[in-house]
C-alpha cells in the first residue's frame, strides 16, 4: 500500500545452497522475502496484479515484469557503471558520450534538490533535462559500451526521471540496499 517502494535482491544460503533474499522497503516498513528463484514471479507475486504506487528499483530485468504505476530505476547505479567503463573506455566516442550523460543526471539531482518546484523555471529546466537525454541517447552510436549503456537508457526512459515529478521517490534505490545490509 506504500505510495513509494524500493525494491532489491541478494544472494542468501539456506542449508548451504544458494537462494535469495528479496527486500521490500518503503519509509516505514520492510519486508524480507526468501525464495530459491531469483527471478520476475518472486516481485511480482508479492506484488500482486498491479502495484499501484511508484517502484524503485536497480535495472535487474526481473523488476520489468512487474505492474507497476510508476516506476523509477536507481540513477546512481547509471553513474556507476558510467565511472567504471570509464576506467576501461578511453575512446572519444565514450568520452563524448559518457561526460554529458554524467552531467544530464547531475543536473537532475540539482533541480531535484531545489525546494521551489512551483517556480516558473522549474518544468522547462526539467523538459531541458529530459530533451538534452533524447538528443544525446538518439546520437550515433560510436562503440559496444556507448550502444549497450543507450540501450538500457531508451529501454527505461520513462523510468528515470519520475523523481523530478514527485519528490517523495528517490532517485535511487539505496533505502532497500540499506535494508538488506544487516
Not at 542449508?15 to 528479496?22: A, I, P, S, T, V
Not at 544530464?104 to 525546494?115: G, T
Amino acid at each position: 500500500r506504500s505510495g513509494v517502494l524500493n525494491v532489491d535482491e541478494s544472494g542468501w544460503r539456506v542449508n548451504g545452497g544458494l537462494h535469495w533474499l528479496w527486500c521490500f522497503a518503503s519509509p516505514s516498513v520492510t519486508h524480507y522475502l526468501i525464495s530459491p528463484s531469483r527471478g520476475a514471479q518472486v516481485p511480482a507475486d508479492f506484488l500482486g496484479d498491479k502495484f499501484e504506487g511508484t517502484l524503485v528499483s536497480d535495472f535487474y530485468g526481473a523488476y520489468n515484469k512487474v505492474n507497476a504505476e510508476r516506476r523509477q530505476v536507481c540513477l546512481v547505479h547509471l553513474l556507476r557503471e558510467i565511472k567504471r567503463v570509464s576506467q576501461n573506455n578511453h575512446s572519444d566516442s565514450w568520452n563524448a558520450f559518457a561526460a554529458p550523460l554524467k552531467r544530464i543526471l547531475e543536473d537532475a539531482f540539482k533541480l531535484a534538490r531545489r525546494a521551489d518546484r512551483d517556480a516558473p523555471d522549474w518544468l522547462s529546466k526539467r523538459g531541458r533535462i529530459k530533451r538534452r537525454l533524447e538528443d544525446l541517447c538518439w546520437g550515433d552510436v560510436g562503440d559496444g559500451d556507448e550502444c549497450r549503456l543507450m540501450a538500457r537508457i531508451l529501454k527505461h526512459e520513462d523510468a528515470l526521471f519520475t523523481f523530478l515529478d514527485d519528490p517523495a521517490v528517490p532517485p535511487d534505490n539505496n533505502r532497500a540496499e540499506r535494508e538488506i545490509r544487516p
